[in-house]
Structures are given as structure tokens and as C-alpha cells.
């Protein structure tokens, strides 16, 4: 599976951004995608995920109801909405993918940097 990240840039506070990845090279029905964040000198934390088949979708709970996953079948993408963007939102975004049964995810994208101007 291959991922590619895109949507980020140099946004204004209280804002709202969608990013996208957009997946290829295997059947992705049986994969849950999931959008994680690492902030300038920060770990990498998780948002959420998306189930490919159903679309159920699982938020981090440190999550506020800004963020938003999605998914479109027919463009093999998913999308992070983030409402309402504030300057701690800067990040490197990155998308990963894994089959539903595995435990971690195996396949990442290159990240879309994100920043946000107050």
C-alpha cells in the first residue's frame, strides 16, 4: 500500500482545513486508515482511524470534536477535517494504514506539515 499525504500548509487560526490521503497498490477493504500528528519536538500521537469497509471511525479522546475522518470509496482517499484550527495544532500530519486485524500500522505516508499563524 502506498500513501500519499496532502492538504497541509500555513493557515489562520479559527480556520477549518481538510487533508487528504490517498492510497493505492492493494485492496484496502479489509484496512483500517488512521491520521496521527507530531508536533515541532514532540512524539507522534494518534487523532483517529476509519474502518475502509463499514466507516466506523474511533477519535483519540484527547480529541475535542474539531477532527473529523472520512472516507471516499471510489477515490481510495481519506480525508482529516480539523475545524476551527488553533496555533497547537501545528504538525506534521501523516496517514498509515493496516489490515483490520493487525495490531499496528504498517503503511505510512510522507506527512503534510501543517501551521497554523494566530
Known amino acids: 500500500v502506498q500513501l500519499q499525504a496532502s492538504g497541509g500548509g500555513l493557515v489562520q487560526a479559527g480556520t477549518s482545513l481538510r487533508l487528504s490521503c490517498t492510497a493505492s497498490?492493494?485492496?484496502?477493504?479489509?484496512?483500517?486508515m488512521a491520521w496521527f500528528r507530531q508536533p515541532p519536538g514532540k512524539e507522534r500521537d494518534f487523532i483517529a482511524s476509519i474502518t475502509w469497509s463499514s466507516g466506523s471511525t474511533y477519535y483519540a479522546n484527547s480529541v475535542e470534536g474539531r477532527f473529523t475522518i472520512s472516507r471516499d470509496n471510489a477515490k481510495n482517499t481519506v480525508y482529516l477535517q480539523i475545524d476551527s484550527v488553533k496555533p497547537e495544532d501545528t504538525a506534521a500530519y501523516y496517514c498509515?494504514?493496516?489490515?483490520?486485524?493487525?495490531?499496528?500500522?504498517?503503511?505510512w505516508g510522507q506527512g503534510t506539515l501543517v501551521t497554523v499563524s494566530s
Open positions: 497498490g492493494r485492496i484496502l477493504s479489509r484496512y483500517t
Open positions: 498509515a494504514g493496516r489490515p483490520v486485524q493487525a495490531t499496528s500500522y504498517s503503511y
